[in-house]
T-cell receptor, first 114, second 110 residues
Framework: ETGVTQSPTHLIKTRGQQVTLRCSSQ?????VSWYQQALGQGPQFIFQ???????GRGNFPPRFSGLQFPNYSSELNVNALELDDSALYLC?????????????FGSGTRLTVV | DAKTTQPNSMESNEEEPVHLPCNHS???????IHWYRQLPSQGPEYVIH???SNVNNRMASLAIAEDRKSSTLILHRATLRDAAVYYC???????????FGAGTTVTVRA
């Protein structure tokens, strides 16, 4: 059973640029969600995808968008990067039927905006 | 989201039990109590969850107060690998997202 893999592990971007982060879900999982974790804080929910549709969103602006593909892999896109977007971005996969438990997280992508 | 309150940090000696408290006085009847932990440089990891009864698994035990307004995660014999931030999270049966607080940072002394 493979876990969740994220790429790249580290990334440096300039303010105003766009970035795409990628996630491969754990085998058998049909739901993927994304979280942002600022230094020293707990992860904050960005959004969740199920069957290639966004079915939940946290308090993040529209410049944060995502995709889920038929193989359940996913992308997080952030446009017009701001300095405050610097954070660890975590992807988590799960089964929709298992609400809240059994989430498998990746190790994250560390994004630095300069 | 119903809120939880946890101590900022706790220390333990290796091989000793660790009791991590969590207060959730506004918990509703449909809220499940979940625990995740985050080791350094890793994503969070599911530990355990419960509704009303105490729960045990290979990682830990979860003791839930009779009125469900508090719970305790018990690591029976702490190892150095248990040093992590532990998060107590409430999730209703209709919900799907994890609402993380600041968690409790557990330090294990050799």
């Amino acid at each position: 059973e493979t876990g969740v893999t994220q790429s790249p592990t580290h990334l440096i971007k300039t303010r105003g640029q766009q970035v795409t982060l990628r996630c491969s879900s754990q085998s058998g999982h049909n739901t993927v969600s994304w979280y942002q974790q600022a230094l020293g804080q707990g992860p904050q929910f960005i959004f969740q995808y199920y069957r290639e549709e966004e079915n939940g969103r946290g308090n993040f602006p529209p410049r944060f968008s995502g995709l889920q593909f038929p193989n359940y892999s996913s992308e997080l896109n952030v446009n017009a990067l701001e300095l405050d977007d610097s954070a660890l971005y975590l992807c988590a996969s799960s089964l929709a039927e298992r609400r809240g438990y059994g989430y498998t997280f990746g190790s994250g992508t560390r994004l630095t905006v300069v | 989201d119903a809120k939880t309150t946890q101590p900022n940090s706790m220390e333990s000696n290796e091989e000793e039990p660790v009791h991590l408290p969590c207060n959730h006085s506004t918990i509703s009847g449909t809220d499940y109590i979940h625990w995740y932990r985050q080791l350094p440089s890793q994503g969070p990891e599911y530990v355990i969850h419960g509704l009303t009864s105490n729960v045990n698994n290979r990682m830990a035990s979860l003791a839930i107060a009779e009125d469900r307004k508090s719970s305790t995660l018990i690591l029976h014999r702490a190892t150095l690998r248990d040093a992590a931030v532990y998060y107590c999270i409430l999730i209703s049966s209709n919900d799907y997202k994890l609402s993380f607080g600041a968690g409790t940072t557990v330090t294990v002394r050799a």
